[in-house]
């Protein structure tokens, strides 16, 4: 279930990626976090408590929005625009 429902701005360009081994769409201007949270309900989980994360200050200040590609690049979500072909994860372990 996705946690953000996109309510205006529907007319962009789509932008497929992949999510957890998923193909999903989100619209060319998105960041990241928008982009995962249209199609899932966070961004990662917790390295500390293994409790669900979606970013908190939404401006590039908090450090709760990072995320990982496949191959294990790290991008801040609220700070980063989707691109197509991106494969992002939202499970598995967090490596710092
Ligand atoms: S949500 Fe705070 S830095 Fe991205």
Do not use: H, K, Y
């Not at 976090?33 to 939404?58: V, Y």
């Amino acid at each position: 279930m996705a946690l953000l429902q996109r309510v205006a701005e529907r007319g962009r360009r789509v932008v497929r990626f992949v999510l957890d081994g998923r193909p999903v769409e989100a619209l060319e201007g998105d960041t990241i976090l928008t982009a995962m949270l249209t199609n899932g309900d966070r961004l990662r989980r917790s390295e500390f408590a293994d409790t669900p994360r979606a970013g908190f200050c939404l401006m590039g200040a908090c450090q709760d929005c990072w995320v990982r590609t496949e191959d294990g690049q790290r991008l801040r979500a609220c700070g980063s625009f989707i691109e197509d072909g991106m494969r992002l994860v939202s499970e598995g372990e967090w490596q710092s």
